[in-house]
């Protein structure tokens, strides 16, 4: 029994640990309901302006400069202990504040903590912290939410300054030549009156008879069949879930289909001829006496259903027409990323249809990247439970940390995952529109938050004393030293050690499990995607140099490159396979683990396999060395970084090439070069759905004629190779930047109808591949005339019919800023999509409808937008003056 002192004195502790506790909550909770955060961008030209970018290790000595400010807006705080963790996806390299030191923690994730100078933050104080990061922050979604407080024994709270998803209440700066890249930048930056003269080749016309995608051939009739009555869609051609599936889109677009016009439907193939004779073609005659469709398949007659719903007209009638029509790729796909940032299978789900309409059939889901695994493996909890989380845990045993913009807990779009009974769910769901899901679990790169998850099971089997459970699929070498830093900025624990037998019997675990769920839900998994893609350490790469090397030059940092080893080279397990030969070359062993990968793959029946090409690059022998029947890449090299030739290249090695362009098809890039925009820009400043709808997705070269490199400049194309078609064409959504499903629909919607419609059609203006010729903005091969009319063509239907129907199924997708300027006093205002209603403001209150016709007189700036269809959806709004 405790003598009473003993009991007063743990009493006394007790209290006193109580108050300290107490008292560190208290500062958090001040700092992070008072602090008000805002950035300010000071030069994006730091070796310009005698910034030591080199010396500070900046990849390419190049660096920026921005000023955050703090701003106490409450009561003094003048506690040293405290920190606050927030989100820069440039690397921080110097803090001009002495007062303060930042350091990073993993990933994008910074950790901004006080030093002995630190001497408080008085009430109402300002604060100023000049940091000095690498490359250039152009876009205001270059800044990050999510920045929280934490402090000894206290609960982290998020800042209520950066509790936000826009994030242009605290970024300024972002104007004049702070908007290039370099001094250099020859990018047209976008303003109303740039956009009106973008624009100024379109014209409203009929586009009655047209569809999205263009059919391959067309005969439209005089008259005007009346639908009001509906359709009398027969059954037996169709399973239940195809029927519901297309009744699910009638109901949407308010079309009946129990009425009566007869609609007649057969699947004869034998009548295609070979040329037409593939999956998707169908043939479709609409007369007053009804409808007749024949498909090559019944895949054909779903989508010649497609096409109906597509011409029915607001005054519910179509057209007397004939279609003849067949797909241009066998794979026309979207490719979704839901590890960087989740997003809901409700989000999901309403793509597919969407897809479907458009007649693509390939939903390729990212599942996992460092920052998640989103699907649930049944027998490894972790992966989910551990990678399927974000929130505030050093030790990583109940998530992962905190990345791009999630902040300190779980509740936001950083966490989630799908549930077996989800997967399949969208599995069937997706079958019913004849699209297969193609699941990539990424590896050996970008693999953290599987391995962070097999690190929290091996310690929690460790403990319990089953050393050989901890160890059966752990993924890394826990005697691997080697120093890495992979392009988003993580270390060694973000790859997949491939010489180890646990790795192969995780990767055997998971493939046996997803192969279960796609059989469950009658879809069998015929794709298994790999990944591969950035295995490598980025400090290895050309935009740095030793700090003594024999010829220095001014526009490399200076890092001492004698600490930095390729992935794995430190792992002793991976030392074995070089040293025996089954490898030459530690950067062979990705290439090595996506053939041994594959060899499981088929051993689980699947067929098919698919990587980013860059990962099989260092393979000799090309697609036959594989495993499996057919070997696909995903080719994403920007074009003006030499794409233009070798895509070619890996078409002649055997690969399946799906086209995946970064600076082309990658829906994460910004719409336009407008700071207000959302994405990532490595590749290309913009991507509208005019440039996705004007790429030559066969004839690369082309491209370099109608299109300029990131910073606004020309380039040249040319193949050196001939080489076999290509297999397909997929858009990409990359989430970094995208953290809700609102954000997912405005950066996918509508551009990837562009995209549907390179994918399924080639145009008339796209040349034939020649290998040797070469094409620039100085060549003249390319029918721009016909690239124009066609493209007005296609902006008229979304104008006038698709975008409406987008808001019909509830998509919050990108309504255009309008194009403008004042003359003679009067406002000329114009759309990116001609038929979407213009509307101007004085007042920026009271809107007015737009009219050519009435043009409006105005005195000193006019605020402008567009509006949708129902009216309930308007634009960004911008001025002109």
Not at 109 to 131: C, N, S, W
């Amino acid at each position: 029994m405790l003598k009473p002192s003993l009991i007063a004195v743990s009493v006394l502790a007790t209290l006193a640990g109580c108050s300290s506790i107490q008292n560190s909550q208290q500062v958090v909770n001040t700092l992070a309901d008072n602090l008000d955060v805002n950035y300010e961008v000071l030069t994006n030209h730091g070796a310009n302006e005698g910034l030591a970018c080199q010396d500070l290790g900046a990849e390419w000595a190049s660096c920026n400069k921005v000023l955050m400010t703090l701003e106490n807006q409450g009561e003094a705080v003048n506690s040293k202990d405290w920190a606050i963790y927030f989100h820069s996806i440039r690397l921080i390299l110097d803090v001009d504040n002495d007062q303060f030191k930042i350091t990073r923690v993993t990933g994008d994730l910074h950790k901004l903590e006080p030093t002995e100078k630190f001497d408080g933050f008085a009430a109402g104080e300002k604060v100023e912290i000049p940091l000095i990061g690498e490359y250039w922050q152009l876009f205001e979604t270059d800044f990050m939410p999510g920045a929280f407080v934490t402090a000894p024994d206290a609960e982290p709270k998020m800042i209520a300054s950066l509790d936000v998803q826009d994030m242009a209440s605290v970024v300024s700066g972002l104007e004049g030549e702070k908007l290039k890249r370099t001094p250099d930048d020859n990018n047209v930056f976008a303003t109303a009156i740039t956009r009106f003269e973008k624009n100024a080749d379109l014209a409203k016309q009929d586009v009655s008879t047209a569809l999205v995608p263009t059919p391959l051939h067309v005969e439209a009739g005089q008259g005007k069949v009346s639908a009001s009555q509906g359709f009398a869609l027969p059954s037996e051609l169709f399973t239940a879930e195809q029927l519901t599936a297309l009744n699910t889109r009638a109901d949407v677009l308010d079309i009946n289909l129990n009425g009566t016009i007869k609609v007649n439907t057969a699947i004869v193939p034998s009548e295609f001829p070979a040329e037409l004779g593939k999956a998707g073609a169908y043939e479709l005659r609409i007369t007053q006496q009804g409808i007749d469709i024949k498909g090559y398949d019944q895949a054909g007659l779903f989508y010649a259903v497609q096409s109906v719903f597509g011409l029915m007209g607001e005054d519910e009638t179509l057209p007397e027409i004939l279609i003849v029509d067949a797909p241009r790729f066998d794979y026309r796909g979207v490719m979704v990323d839901v590890a960087r940032n989740f997003h809901t299978k409700d989000a999901i789900l309403a793509t597919l249809d969407q897809m479907a309409a458009y007649k693509m059939n390939k939903l390729h889901l990212h599942l996992t990247d460092d920052e998640g695994w989103r699907l649930e493996i049944p027998g490894l909890p972790e992966l989910t439970d551990v990678g399927g989380q974000r929130c505030f845990d050093l030790d990583e045993q109940n998530c992962l940390l905190p990345q791009l913009g999630s902040g300190p807990s779980t509740d936001n779009f950083g966490s989630g995952y799908f549930s077996k009974t989800d997967y399949v769910e969208i599995l069937k769901y997706a079958k019913a529109r004849h699209i297969e899901v193609i699941p990539e679990i990424d590896m050996p790169a970008h693999a953290r938050a599987a391995i962070i998850s097999m690190e929290a099971r091996y310690d929690r089997l460790m403990a319990a004393g089953d050393e050989a459970g901890a160890n059966e699929y752990r993924l890394t070498d826990p005697q691997d030293t080697s120093n890495v830093t992979t392009i988003q900025f993580y270390d060694k624990h973000s790859f997949v050690n491939p010489c180890q037998e646990s790795s192969s019997r995780f990767v055997d675990k998971v493939i046996s499990e997803v192969a279960a769920m796609h059989n469950e839900a009658g879809m069998p998994l015929t794709t298994w995607h790999f990944g591969g893609d950035e295995a490598k350490n980025i400090k290895l790469g050309a935009g740095f140099q030793d700090n003594n090397a024999a010829d220095p030059v001014a526009w490399k940092g200076n890092i001492d490159l004698s600490k930095q080893d390729k992935p794995f080279a430190k792992s002793p397990q991976c030392q074995a396979l070089v040293a025996n030969g089954t490898v030459n070359d530690f950067g062979q062993l990705p290439g090595y683990f996506a053939q041994e990968v594959s060899k499981i793959a088929v051993k689980n029946g699947i067929p098919h396999f698919q990587a980013w090409q860059d990962g099989l690059k260092y393979i000799e022998g090309g697609a036959e060395t594989f495993a499996s029947e057919t070997t696909r890449v995903n080719f994403w090299d920007v074009l003006y970084w030499g794409g233009t030739g070798s895509v070619y290249e890996w078409a002649k090695k055997g690969y399946d090439v799906v086209v995946s362009n970064p600076d082309y098809v990658y829906m994460d890039m910004p719409y336009e070069v407008d700071p207000k925009e959302r994405g990532y820009y490595w590749a290309t400043r913009a991507t509208d759905t005019r440039k996705m709808f004007g790429f030559a997705p066969e004839n690369m070269p082309q491209n370099a004629e109608t299109s300029v490199d990131r910073d606004g400049n020309g380039f040249t194309g040319k193949g050196e190779v001939e080489a076999k078609p290509f297999y397909g064409l997929s858009a990409q959504l990359w989430s970094e930047t995208v953290r809700t499903d609102e954000q997912y629909e405005y950066m996918v919607f509508p551009r990837v109808l562009a995209a549907a419609e390179r994918a399924w059609h080639e145009a008339s203006w796209e040349n034939e591949y020649k290998a040797g010729v070469e094409y620039s903005l100085e060549t003249n091969l390319v029918d721009k005339a016909a690239l124009s009319q066609d493209y007005n063509r296609f902006a008229n239907i979304l104008g006038q019919r698709e975008l409406a129907k987008l808001e019909k199924a509830g998509i919050d997708y990108r309504l255009p800023v309008p194009g403008a300027k004042v003359e003679n006093g009067q406002l000329a205002m114009n759309s990116a999509f001609p038929g979407v209603e213009l509307q101007y403001s004085v007042d920026g209150e009271n809107w007015s409808t737009y009219s050519d016709d009435k043009r409006p007189t105005i005195v000193g700036e006019v605020f402008i937008r567009s509006i949708s269809a129902s009216g309930e959806k308007a634009s960004r709004v911008t001025s002109v003056k």
